[in-house]
């Protein structure tokens, strides 16, 4: 069945970078793209964008545009999403979902990273 | 950026119940649209797509409905495991953007 497996919770300082990776299994990786979305504590969901696997194009949300990097490594398919200069702000429960046409339909158990001095 | 309004942000009611909720969009997105349940500690989980689809696996109690900018999700039989945060979606143009989100809670 489809997969998709988180890393770990992380705790990073202010003005630091956290790369959180999304391992999938269970289907065929680049026929897919790959979604992420954030929720910080106790609020709703947040787009943050999305990477098409075949060829490697992204789209960013403006919010965090030059701050956010996903990519993505076929061999072992696993997409990443590393986010720089955080600040408490920052501060959520991350997941990828597998997206095809608009729709994802299968998610990660999310990765909390937590910013903090 | 495209604006999504639910309503109600939550409600009570109770097994059994007829339950409707809805999302209205601050402009046209077509059929664009999908419905997320949430339960608490848990990612969302696809309920519908394209409006109207069922996601599958899906109870067919979930029912979506709408087009342009107006949207309902209709629970027809409100079960004890239903009783969680839904979300809208929309998907028509970037940045995809969520509702505030539905806690549909126990009477």
């Known amino acids: 069945q489809v997969q998709l497996v988180q890393s770990g919770a992380e705790v990073k300082k202010p003005g630091a970078s956290v790369k959180v990776s999304c391992k999938a299994s269970?289907?065929?990786?680049?026929?897919?793209?790959i979604t992420w979305v954030r929720q910080a504590p106790g609020q709703g969901l947040e787009w943050m964008g999305w990477?098409?696997?075949?060829?490697?194009?992204?789209r960013y949300a403006e919010k965090v545009q030059g701050r956010v990097t996903m990519t993505t490594d076929t061999s072992t398919s696993t997409a990443y999403m590393e986010l720089r200069s955080l600040t408490s702000d920052d501060t959520a429960v991350y997941y990828c979902?597998?997206?095809?046409?608009?729709?994802?339909?299968?998610w990660g158990q999310g990765t909390l990273v937590t910013v903090s001095s | 950026d495209i604006q999504l309004t639910q309503s109600p942000s939550s409600l009570s009611a109770s097994v059994g119940d007829r339950v409707t909720i809805t999302c209205r969009a601050s402009?046209?997105?077509?059929?664009?649209l999908n419905w997320y349940q949430q339960k608490p500690g848990t990612a969302p989980h696809l309920l519908i797509f394209?409006?109207?689809s069922f996601q599958s696996g899906v109870p067919s109690r979930f029912s979506g409905s709408g087009s342009g900018t107006d949207f309902t999700l209709t629970i027809s039989s409100l079960q004890p495991e239903d009783f969680a945060t839904f979300f809208c979606?929309?998907?028509?143009?970037?940045?995809?953007?969520f509702g505030q989100g539905t806690k549909v809670e126990i009477k």
């Open positions: 269970g289907y065929t990786f680049t026929k897919y793209g």
């Open positions: 402009q046209s997105i077509s059929s664009s």
């Open positions: 979902a597998r997206e095809s046409g608009g729709n994802p339909d299968s």
């Open positions: 394209g409006a109207s």
């Open positions: 990477i098409t696997i075949y060829n490697g194009n992204t």
């Open positions: 979606q929309q998907t028509y143009s970037a940045p995809w953007t």
